[in-house]
């Protein structure tokens, strides 16, 4: 049942600082600027919610604290209340419009990730009617490792960022897009029927629009536009026509550029991180050694080196 009551606070993670409404403290990590997704790391001490119902679905994964436990505490979704079980690996998740309070017994580290419901519908578009997309409700009191793995992933990536950020993102919110329309819609998505990857045509356009974009921040959804399929159709294509995952086959080819510029240029490793796609030296430094075996500045002595003995 959806609540339409009015008095109910409205959260919409879309806005800045949403959920300063319900918690005591800011959040100490949020993502910015992730297209249809939107992650918070919170530390709070013990507390209780207002009702509350969201625009979006939401996820919600308490995390262990430096003594290897979760805080206690009990949640209400759509008027079915509930104490929580709250492992290492339990998962609530809270679907778009209905009614939803907790409350935390102790001091709490917990990730929430918002996700616009388009993006079930994106996803499921090859699979089911979007108008029979349902997400149902989840206590935190059942584990999903799977889940549990993509939320503390998006967590780093909001910390941290670094190379292929939106292209990381993309794969990872298309595969969790996967994940519940598989396991906790009241509609199960009919089976992929096999297929032999990408056309040899559309593969080209990809690779094509690929090199001639290394130096730009690429996107799932702009590559899936080229082969005019779903995202998560693409990303499966792709791996089975190349093997990789676009995120691998693009740092492949940074990483070959960044190699072709290092022989053949005399431009700075700074310039060459920039020409070959990185978002820096360091950026690029790092995945260099560790999939070359040795720096860009190592990578140099030794095309010196030879050009003496010759």
């Known amino acids: 049942m959806r609540n339409q009551n009015s008095s109910v606070k409205l959260l919409d993670y879309c806005q800045k600082r949403a959920s300063d409404q319900i918690v005591p403290n800011p959040a100490v990590v949020?993502?910015?600027?992730?297209?249809?997704?939107?992650?918070?790391?919170?530390?709070?001490?013990?507390?209780?919610?207002?009702?509350?119902?969201?625009?979006?679905?939401?996820?919600?994964?308490?995390?262990?604290?430096?003594?290897?436990?979760?805080?206690?505490?009990?949640?209400?979704?759509?008027?079915?209340?509930?104490?929580?079980?709250r492992g290492s690996e339990d998962i609530a998740i809270i679907p778009a419009g209905i009614t939803h309070a907790c409350s935390w017994d102790a001091p709490a580290q917990f990730i929430v990730l918002a996700i616009e419901p388009t993006l079930l519908k994106t996803v499921g578009q090859d699979w089911i009617d979007s108008d029979q997309i349902e997400l149902l409700p989840r206590f935190m009191s059942q584990s999903d490792r799977f889940i549990r793995s993509i939320l503390t992933t998006l967590k780093e990536e909001a910390e941290t960022g670094g190379l292929g950020g939106h292209l990381l993102i993309d794969g990872l919110k298309t595969a969790l897009a996967v994940h519940l329309l598989r396991n906790y819609c009241a509609t199960c998505p009919q089976p992929l029927h096999h297929s032999n990857g990408l056309p040899q045509r559309t593969l080209a356009l990809v690779k094509d629009y690929i090199d001639s974009h290394l130096q730009q921040e690429l996107k799932l959804d702009d590559l899936a536009a080229i082969a005019q399929i779903s995202p998560y159709h693409f990303l499966r294509l792709f791996k089975q026509s190349m093997g990789v995952t676009?995120?691998?086959?693009?740092?492949?080819?940074?990483?070959?550029?960044?190699?072709?510029?290092?022989?053949?240029?005399?431009?700075?490793?700074?310039?060459?991180?920039?020409?070959?796609?990185?978002?820096?030296?360091?950026?690029?430094?790092?995945?260099?050694?560790?999939?070359?075996?040795?720096?860009?500045?190592?990578?140099?002595?030794?095309?010196?080196?030879?050009?003496?003995?010759?």
């Open 30 to 85: 949020s993502s910015s600027g992730w297209d249809g997704v939107h992650l918070e790391f919170h530390q709070q001490p013990t507390f209780a919610t207002d009702e509350h119902h969201h625009t979006m679905h939401v996820l919600a994964c308490g995390l262990v604290d430096s003594s290897n436990r979760t805080a206690s505490g009990a949640r209400s979704l759509d008027g079915k209340r509930s104490k929580e079980r």
């Open 246 to 310: 676009p995120h691998q086959y693009i740092l492949q080819r940074r990483l070959n550029r960044a190699k072709y510029l290092l022989r053949s240029s005399e431009l700075s490793i700074v310039e060459i991180a920039a020409q070959a796609g990185f978002c820096d030296q360091s950026h690029l430094t790092r995945y260099f050694k560790r999939m070359i075996g040795v720096t860009p500045k190592q990578f140099l002595q030794s095309r010196s080196v030879t050009h003496k003995s010759l």
